[in-house]
């Protein structure tokens, strides 16, 4: 996988920096893995499968090659071996169906983002669909991180816009400087109330505290957030978001890329990643487990939390030098 590659995932310009954290330890021989690690969810029976963009969609514990899919952001599964999934290469970014292997292209998010731009954002960024959550009726949300904005993507009907999310004013590169920062929507998750919840990474100037949690009600089309009453704010503080999953107490979970912010991890001065439990009801989050290098996705095994680390520079880690998916101690 190349550099160019494992930037995509912030849809901005990151390095991916090597600095020395101590890691978990290992559930399962993390060799299966070509990395970079980005999306992570369970599957009936309990499967645990990872999107692992250098190869496709892997069963986690056994190392089994589920979809062949390079460049494969997250996935979605509906049984064993039938899926959703979105990945971005060099020539596309797409939302796709998997049945026993194949994948099948059903919509791509860059042409729907080079013709519709929803968020009006004048960027050259282009399309990242990095994040989706399951809708009933053969209808998937999708997180655009480049676009700026939510998408729908229905298996017939193709491409809707559901929210867009405005750029923060932040003070950057000298006295009185201020810049539009991007929201960089990572992550999104359905409520056990039915809204749609969505996580920003936020970007350049890339400060620490100022990422935030949108909730939108289920059924919107067409809002911009931070104007439409449909879109409202349940939690902030937070800094760079990059998975979201509701837990079994109704807690809302958020994975931190870097404490320390994204510039932090890019200048090799990270401090590593945190899981952090937030009621969305009153915008409280307390911190979980802190420290985790390189968390890029959570997931939930009935009460037990999964997540990647070392996921996007597996040379950084301890040997065995590889990205990996591990079970957080109790």
């Not at 978990?24 to 021989?29: E, G, H, T, V, W």
């Not at 009006?120 to 989706?132: H, I, Q, Y």
């Not at 920062?181 to 970007?203: I, K, N, Q, R």
């Not at 802190?290 to 968390?295: A, E, N, R, V």
Request: charged share 15%; aromatic share 6%.
């Amino acid at each position: 996988m190349d550099r160019r590659a494992r930037r995509r995932l912030l849809a901005v310009v990151v390095a991916a920096a090597a600095f020395v954290l101590t890691p978990a330890a290992a559930q399962a021989d993390p060799a299966f893995y070509e990395s970079p690690l980005f999306g992570l969810a369970t599957a009936p029976g309990n499967a645990l499968y990872v999107a692992d963009a250098g190869q496709g969609i892997v069963d986690a514990d056994s190392g089994r090659l589920v979809a062949p899919l390079p460049g494969v952001n997250d996935v979605a599964p509906i049984g064993r071996s039938s899926m959703w999934a979105v990945a971005t290469t060099e020539t596309d970014a797409a939302v796709y169906r998997i049945e026993d292997g194949p994948a099948t292209k059903i919509a791509s998010t860059l042409a729907f983002e080079n013709t519709v731009d929803p968020a009006e954002d004048g960027t050259e960024e282009g399309s990242n669909p990095f994040d989706l959550a399951r809708l009933t009726g053969g209808q998937m949300l999708v997180a655009d991180a480049a676009g700026n904005s939510l998408l729908s993507v229905h298996q017939e009907k193709g491409i809707d816009w559901v929210a867009t999310f405005p750029a923060q004013p932040l003070a950057c590169c000298g006295p009185g400087v201020v810049i539009p920062a991007h929201a960089v929507p990572t992550s999104v998750v359905v409520g056990p109330d039915g809204a749609y919840y969505v996580g920003e990474l936020t970007g350049f100037p890339f400060t620490p505290g100022v990422s935030r949690i949108w909730r939108i009600e289920p059924g919107t089309r067409h809002a911009a957030c931070g104007t439409s009453p449909a879109c409202s704010i349940v939690a902030d503080d937070l800094t760079a978001i990059i998975d979201l999953q509701f837990g079994p107490d109704g807690r809302l979970y958020v994975a931190q890329l870097d404490d320390a912010g994204v510039g932090a991890f890019e200048a090799g001065e990270g401090v590593g990643g945190s899981i952090r439990a937030c009621d969305v009801t009153t915008g409280d989050c307390d911190v979980v487990a802190s420290g985790i290098p390189m968390l890029t996705a959570i997931a939930f095994r009935g009460n037990e939390i999964w997540h990647t680390v070392w996921s996007l520079v597996p040379e950084a880690a301890p040997p065995p030098f590889s990205a990996d998916v591990v079970r957080l101690a109790p």
